[in-house]
Every structure is written in C-alpha cells, then in structure tokens.
C-alpha cells in the first residue's frame, strides 16, 4: 500500500499562519529601512546642491539675487529648492542661503518633515511641533 504524498491541510495551515506571522512582523523594519533610504538619499542631493550653489557663488562672485537652476532639483520621495537667500555685506561677499528637501505630495512624510541644509553643511530636520509651529533639530549621521 502506498503512503500519501505531499502535506495535509493542517500543516499547509500551519505554514501559512507562521509564513504570515513572520512576514507581519518584518514589515514595519522593511517600511524603517526604506525611509531611511529615502531620506540618506535626499541627503545626498542636497549635499550635492550644496557643493554646486558654493562653486557657483565663489565662481561668480555676484551679489545678484538670481541663482542657477540646481544640478539635482529633487529625487524620486523629495523636492529640492533653494530656500532663503541673503546675501553678504561684507568685502567677501559671502552669501548666507538654505537649501530644503519637501517629501512630494502623497508621500507618506508629506506636511510632517523637511530636510534642511545651511551654507556652512549644517543639516536639519523640521516638522511640526506639538504646539503647531515648524522645529528644526540637527539631523546626525
């Protein structure tokens, strides 16, 4: 007499529940990991603007309020713009500016975090703070 072959019910069952258990609770690290992505990307575009915005200037050395269009104006998660602008009133000419990265409309982020990084490569996180306004902590490695 042959022996059956193959799994019954009941351990097909039991696989399912353990394969879903496991995957339930990987999912919010899987979700953690792609944020984190996402914004060490958007930390790299602004760096690169950065670098760009400070070559420009030091290249030109104009007082001009109108800057080039920026090498990477967002990623695929985020919109890159130049922020504020000052410019210097010092024989150097130095100009002080901020660059922002915005989550894009629909992003899971969007309306709760913006990247900022200043003219000295001073990078910060701002959402809103329980009282209503924006605040800005320094965002570390």
């Known amino acids: 007499m042959r022996t059956p072959a193959g ?3 009941l351990e097909l069952l039991t696989a399912m529940a ?3 258990i496991l995957a339930a609770m990987a999912w919010p690290a899987y979700q953690q990991q792609i944020l ?3 914004l060490a990307e958007a930390r790299a575009a602004l760096l690169e603007n950065l670098h760009f915005v ?3 200037h030091l290249e030109n050395r104009t007082r001009s309020a109108t800057w080039p269009p920026l090498p990477r104006p967002g990623t695929r ?3 890159i713009r130049l922020g504020s602008v000052s410019l210097g009133s010092d024989s150097a000419g130095q100009a002080s500016f901020r660059l922002l990265a915005k989550p894009r409309v629909g992003h899971r982020l969007a309306g709760r975090l ?3 990084l200043d003219q000295d490569g001073n990078l910060s996180q701002c959402g809103p703070d ?3 306004p924006q605040s800005c902590v320094a ?3």
Do not use: N
């Open 130 to 132: 329980e009282s209503g």
């Open 36 to 38: 984190r992505g996402q």
């Open 77 to 79: 998660d985020f919109e």
């Open 114 to 116: 913006q990247l900022s």
């Open 139 to 141: 965002w570390g490695d």
């Open 54 to 56: 400070q070559r420009w």
């Open 7 to 9: 799994l019954s019910l």
């Open 18 to 20: 353990v394969t879903a």
